[in-house]
């Protein structure tokens, strides 16, 4: 383990599973054998349905096991533990009607001005979270290699976030997932999320380690990198399960490839 580490943070979709996807039975048994070791969190911008189907259904929790997870949905908006035999809210910061009225008009005109409203789709293009509003741009199902070849230079999410982001000064606009951009409360990303976490488990930002595959900046798992937490950039599962394997020891000679830190703000 890397030796300051008392907690393991991930992000999910393009960390722990495919977007969207289930987790394999691989990163099932690298997750578990982690819990075994280290309380884990996991932060993403999906909802807790999201968690459920992605995650929690392919693990083999025994509440030992799931008293060490936590689970922080929608960008770390909200916050869940395990308490009598279920998951309960520790927090949960969600919009109100009228912002969530006024940030659905504003990523509809933009998508539509900027030529990114697709009319044929995997689902919903625009879902309310209660505590986030998510554009995905060929829906909320979309097939993985939809996802990869509809913005591979990141440069149609750029448009959008800098349409909205001017629109909506009064709140939190991020470059979510492939296709997709989250817009929460101002203040309210994924570095609001492990503050709290931090708080809660009296912990301090040297005794975290986070892993997510938008840690460049602009991306939502970026927050984090910039609040001064030790974080290692992934591509996929696959690289996270190496991780994971490294962290427990199965490599031993193979350093944990963590980022150069930035200035903490």
């Given at each position: 383990?890397?030796?300051?580490?008392?907690?393991?943070?991930?992000?999910?979709?393009?960390?722990?599973?495919?977007?969207?996807?289930k987790i394999t039975p691989t990163m099932a048994r690298c997750l578990t054998r982690l819990l075994a070791e280290k309380p884990v969190c996991i932060i993403s911008g999906g909802r807790y349905e999201q968690f459920r189907t992605q995650v929690l259904d392919e693990l083999p929790l025994t509440p030992e096991l799931a008293q060490r997870l936590h689970l922080m949905p929608t960008c770390g908006t909200r916050y869940l533990r395990w308490e009598a035999g279920e998951w309960r809210n520790v927090y949960a910061e969600n919009l109100t009607e009228d912002e969530k009225a006024l940030i659905v008009r504003v990523l509809t005109e933009g998508a539509k001005s900027l030529g990114l409203w697709a009319e044929n789709t995997w689902g919903d293009i625009i879902e309310d979270r209660d505590s986030q509003i998510t554009f995905?741009?060929?829906?909320?199902?979309?097939?993985?290699?939809?996802?990869?070849?509809?913005?591979?230079?990141?440069?149609?999410?750029?448009?959008l976030w800098e349409y909205a982001s001017e629109r909506l000064p009064d709140l939190e606009v991020r470059s979510g997932g492939s296709t997709s951009i989250d817009v929460t409360k101002k203040g309210i990303d994924k570095a609001y999320g492990m503050q709290r976490l931090l708080d809660h488990l009296d912990l301090t930002k040297e005794d975290v380690l986070f892993v997510g595959d938008r840690l460049d900046e602009g991306g939502n798992d970026y927050p984090v990198r910039a609040m001064g937490v030790p974080c290692v950039a992934v591509t996929g599962w696959e690289q996270t399960a190496d991780v994971i394997d490294t962290l427990l020891g199965d490599h031993p000679d193979r350093p944990v490839p963590l980022l150069a830190p930035l200035d903490v703000r």
């Amino acid at each position: 383990m890397v030796a300051s580490t008392r907690i393991v943070v991930f992000d999910l979709d393009d960390t722990l599973a495919l977007s969207k996807a289930k987790i394999t039975p691989t990163m099932a048994r690298c997750l578990t054998r982690l819990l075994a070791e280290k309380p884990v969190c996991i932060i993403s911008g999906g909802r807790y349905e999201q968690f459920r189907t992605q995650v929690l259904d392919e693990l083999p929790l025994t509440p030992e096991l799931a008293q060490r997870l936590h689970l922080m949905p929608t960008c770390g908006t909200r916050y869940l533990r395990w308490e009598a035999g279920e998951w309960r809210n520790v927090y949960a910061e969600n919009l109100t009607e009228d912002e969530k009225a006024l940030i659905v008009r504003v990523l509809t005109e933009g998508a539509k001005s900027l030529g990114l409203w697709a009319e044929n789709t995997w689902g919903d293009i625009i879902e309310d979270r209660d505590s986030q509003i998510t554009f995905s741009a060929l829906g909320q199902q979309a097939p993985h290699q939809e996802k990869a070849a509809w913005d591979p230079t990141g440069a149609r999410r750029r448009a959008l976030w800098e349409y909205a982001s001017e629109r909506l000064p009064d709140l939190e606009v991020r470059s979510g997932g492939s296709t997709s951009i989250d817009v929460t409360k101002k203040g309210i990303d994924k570095a609001y999320g492990m503050q709290r976490l931090l708080d809660h488990l009296d912990l301090t930002k040297e005794d975290v380690l986070f892993v997510g595959d938008r840690l460049d900046e602009g991306g939502n798992d970026y927050p984090v990198r910039a609040m001064g937490v030790p974080c290692v950039a992934v591509t996929g599962w696959e690289q996270t399960a190496d991780v994971i394997d490294t962290l427990l020891g199965d490599h031993p000679d193979r350093p944990v490839p963590l980022l150069a830190p930035l200035d903490v703000r």
